[in-house]
Nanobody
Framework: QVQLVESGGGLVQAGGSLRLSCAAS????????MGWFRQAPGKEREFVAA????????YYRDSVKGRFTISRDNAKKMVYLQMNSLKPEDTAVYYC?????????????????WGQGTAVTVSS
């Protein structure tokens, strides 16, 4: 069983930056593929970024490529999402997720554990 706790959300102006953090406890963190998803008000949850167990490969949705960077520190059991050049359309609740069996997946159904989310609001 893995518990995930996100932090780092907040209000930022367009063009600004935020760094989201996700702290994991329980389980063997280095064996999990990790991902970030987001859900905007009135919209379905969508994939943002994923990283393989060792951090060797990363994946992004097209709209955040070049602006967001996912990373992990297995020794600290942490995963991060550095978000730069933020846009109002990035406004959402951001969720960290862990997958036991899939690495780098963009499908929410392939993740087994989820955090409670952290809200990001980008003002124009």
């Amino acid at each position: 069983q893995v518990q995930l706790v996100e932090s780092g959300g907040g209000l930022v102006q367009a063009g600004g930056s935020l760094r989201l953090s996700c702290a994991a406890s329980g389980g063997t963190f280095s064996r999990y593929g990790m991902g970030w998803f987001r859900q905007a008000p009135g919209k379905e949850r969508e994939f943002v970024a994923a990283i393989t167990e060792t951090g060797g490969r990363t994946y992004y949705r097209d709209s955040v490529k070049g602006r967001f960077t996912i990373s992990r520190d297995n020794a600290k059991k942490m995963v991060y999402l550095q978000m730069n050049s933020l846009k109002p359309e990035d406004t959402a609740v951001y969720y960290c997720a862990a997958s036991q069996f899939y690495s780098g997946s963009s499908s929410g159904g392939e993740y087994d554990y989820w955090g409670q989310g952290t809200a990001v609001t980008v003002s124009s």
